[in-house]
């Protein structure tokens, strides 16, 4: 389909990106479904994140071409900077976020990895978690059913694995029953993080253990 109007600019923002096929899978959903937009791959440094999300300043893709960064309508945020991408939001937005349907998925695990620009502020969200049981039945069959009562091991707590502990979460804020077992009826399930980076290890028990439950549930080994 052909358009009169220059497209949309929607992209990935990470260190690094150039492996991702979230480019080639965005443009052909764009493509399919008639929708005047693109999607590109932006390499922003840790220490660049700052300037990325608040100021308007241009920046390259990774084929070279300069964009400004007004200019991104929206992008999907992954490693390193999910947690860190909140801390900015949060605090340089306070007045002007609009969670978009955030639920428990931000709050609990600390990470975002979609924002969307809205107006004089931002929108945000974090789909792993969702994403996390989609793919556990997709791939392997199973429901949060079937896996009560079962310990279960979880490497690394970045973004990623934080949301994988908060896809067990309810909305509420209680350690989902189908894993956690019932209280009084039998041992409740564990959930085991293995990170051998201490600073992150140390970040992600500052974020859970702000929630007592997730105290009783969550061991890092």
Do not use: C
């Given at each position: 389909?052909?358009?009169?109007?220059?497209?949309?600019?929607?992209?990935?923002?990470?260190?690094p990106v150039k492996h991702s096929f979230s480019k080639a899978m965005h443009?052909?959903?764009?493509?399919?479904?008639?929708?005047?937009?693109?999607y590109e791959l932006f390499e922003v440094?840790?220490?660049?994140?700052?300037?990325?999300?608040?100021?308007?300043?241009?920046?390259?893709?990774?084929?070279g071409k300069p964009y400004r960064t007004s200019d991104i309508l929206g992008f999907n945020i992954t490693i390193p900077?999910?947690?860190?991408?909140?801390?900015i939001i949060e605090k340089n937005f306070s007045k002007n976020l609009a969670p978009i349907d955030v639920g428990s998925h931000?709050?609990?695990?600390?990470?975002?990895?979609t924002v969307k620009k809205m107006g004089d502020g931002v929108g945000y969200i974090n789909t792993d978690a969702k994403g996390f049981l989609?793919?556990?039945?997709?791939?392997?069959?199973?429901?949060?059913?079937?896996?009560?009562?079962?310990?279960?091991?979880?490497f690394g707590c970045g973004g990623a694995g934080r949301s994988v502990v908060d896809?067990?979460?309810?909305?509420?804020?209680?350690?989902?029953?189908?894993?956690?077992?019932?209280?009084?009826r039998g041992g409740l399930g564990k959930i085991y993080i293995y990170e051998p980076n201490k600073a992150a290890i140390?970040?992600?028990?500052?974020?859970?253990?702000?929630?007592s439950y997730l105290g009783e549930q969550v061991k890092f080994i």
């Open positions: 389909m052909k358009h009169s109007s220059s497209p949309q600019t929607y992209g990935l923002i990470g260190y443009n052909a959903a764009f493509e399919r479904l008639g929708i005047n937009a693109r440094k840790p220490e660049k994140l700052e300037d990325f999300l608040l100021k308007d300043i241009e920046v390259k893709d990774i084929t900077h999910k947690v860190r991408a909140r801390e931000v709050r609990i695990s600390g990470a975002v990895n989609s793919a556990l039945k997709e791939d392997l069959g199973l429901e949060p059913k079937d896996i009560k009562d079962k310990n279960m091991l979880i896809s067990f979460v309810d909305d509420d804020g209680t350690v989902r029953a189908v894993v956690a077992g019932l209280a009084g140390d970040s992600a028990k500052e974020q859970f253990f702000k929630f």
